[in-house]
């Protein structure tokens, strides 16, 4: 595991953004897994700007979400496949018949997750995966639990992980309880990964992940398993490392 220690989140947005675009520039027709959340927001508008300056193209890459929230639909605005189209996909070259975020409005639940992972096998397997971090240590939304989740599934949110997506909400009872999540064995078989992290609130979960006990308590401390991993923090979410 290699962690970065950036000066701020501009400098851990750019650091993120390079390594995207050495990725996609090695192999053009990557399949990247992506997330949604505050902190991928400048790794998404960094990897715009690079395709703007023409020094990067998205037209054979393929792309998984981590999760979506249950019961929310595409065209909703607080829905994850709304995020990436308007954060990232909506910029950019990328063809979006080759964009998949979880629907969350699958009528047969079982059998789309199913599906889902399927698909991302099918493909060959995710080449490099952006993760942020929940301030009680998720990744996708594998909350704390007594095991880590192989595969996607449906997962009930935590009241610290709804009172923390509710700043994205008007009123508190709008915040969906449920979420589709790719599974912490979806995550780990993804041959690279990188981890990213801004503000004190996530120093603690970031102390977890690097140094803490191997546990799904804090389900992002199996990253000390896998065989390439960076984290990247700013210096207020590493605070506890440095
Ligand atoms: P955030 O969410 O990027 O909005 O802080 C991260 C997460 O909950 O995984």
Do not use: W
């Amino acid at each position: 595991m290699e962690v970065i220690i950036c000066k701020d989140y501009a400098e851990l947005s750019k650091k993120a953004a390079e390594i995207f675009t050495e990725q996609i520039n090695n192999k053009p027709d990557s399949i990247l897994g992506l997330a949604t959340g505050s902190t991928p927001e400048g790794l998404y508008e960094n990897l715009i700007q690079t395709y703007k300056a023409g020094k990067l193209t998205f037209k054979d890459i393929t792309s998984f979400n981590l999760d979506e929230y249950y019961g929310l639909s595409g065209d909703d605005d607080q829905s994850y496949r709304y995020f990436m189209d308007q954060k990232l996909f909506n910029h950019v070259d990328i063809n979006k018949d080759k964009t998949f975020v979880p629907d969350g409005l699958a009528k047969d639940i079982n059998a789309f997750m199913d599906d889902y992972e399927k698909m991302i096998a099918d493909k060959g397997g995710i080449d490099l995966q952006i993760l942020g971090i929940g301030i009680n240590g998720h990744i996708g939304f594998n909350e704390p639990s007594d095991s880590f989740s192989k595969k996607t599934s449906l997962v009930d949110l935590t009241p610290s992980t709804i009172e923390a997506n509710s700043r994205f909400f008007d009123k508190y009872e709008d915040v969906p309880k449920k979420a589709i999540s790719m599974g912490i064995g979806t995550i780990m078989r993804s041959r690279k990964i990188i981890l990213m992290a801004s503000g004190e609130n996530k120093q603690d979960a970031i102390y977890g992940a690097v140094k803490g006990p191997i546990s799904p308590k804090l389900s992002a401390s199996v990253l000390q398993l896998h065989p390439d991993v960076t984290i990247i923090v700013d210096e207020a979410a590493g605070k506890k490392l440095l």
